[in-house]
């Protein structure tokens, strides 16, 4: 990825945190806050096991979704498409890449699609605009949106279920850590000569 596109990843982050906090301020003063759901099934729950327990359900469904798309990627033509796509638009990443881009997108885009829209909004139309915006630059990126758009509704189900934004972000950031690593290491074109077997399948 590079320090400069880390960088802009950082500044176009930021840019989405402070959009849904500028939201939030000058919205419907009835839910102000963009961390905690306010009708959640946890609300007469301390603040602390709501974190602790969003934040728990969201790393393992978050492991749990990591692992489907692996999966994918070794059975599914159009997964494997993707996957290599992702390669040669990431280039090589080293770890501490890996894990700030999936701290930025997380805690930026579920501020805003779930802090701020969602409950604003609704579930519906705050995962369709999640899912819209991430139409990607061709062809071989058609899943992505769809995909993103039922994982918008899972971080939603998550934010409502749980009530604190933990559960999301931590879920968003598992996700990206994961796929990132899978995606830097595994390369899907590479085969072995017909004869000697398959290459060695990194699940």
Do not use: C
């Not at 906090?21 to 000058?26: E, K, R, S, T």
């Not at 579920?110 to 061709?138: D, K, M, W, Y």
């Not at 995909?147 to 990206?176: E, K, R, S, V, Y």
């Amino acid at each position: 990825m590079g320090r400069s596109k880390l960088k802009i990843a950082a500044a176009f982050y930021g840019l989405v945190a402070l959009v849904a906090l500028i939201f939030a301020l000058v919205r419907d003063s009835r839910y102000p806050n963009l961390f905690f759901h306010p009708e959640s099934l946890l609300t007469a729950q301390a603040l602390w096991v709501q974190v602790l327990v969003g934040g728990a359900a969201g790393v393992a469904f978050g492991m749990g979704i990591a692992r489907l798309s692996r999966v994918a990627v070794h059975r599914l033509v159009w997964a494997r498409d993707l996957h290599t796509e992702f390669r040669a638009l990431f280039g090589p990443l080293r770890n501490v890449e890996i894990l700030a881009f999936s701290a930025f997108s997380a805690v930026g885009e579920e501020l805003l699609f779930r802090g701020a829209l969602q409950t604003s909004f609704g579930i519906v139309i705050a995962s369709v605009i999640f899912g819209v915006l991430h139409i990607g630059p061709s062809r071989k990126f058609l899943p992505w949106p769809f995909q993103a758009t039922a994982m918008g509704f899972a971080f939603g189900a998550l934010f409502w279920l749980t009530g604190t934004l933990a559960a999301p972000i931590m879920a968003h950031f598992t996700i990206n850590y994961e796929n990132l690593h899978f995606i830097n290491r595994y390369d899907p074109t590479w085969q072995l000569p017909k004869g000697f077997g398959t290459p060695d399948r990194q699940l």
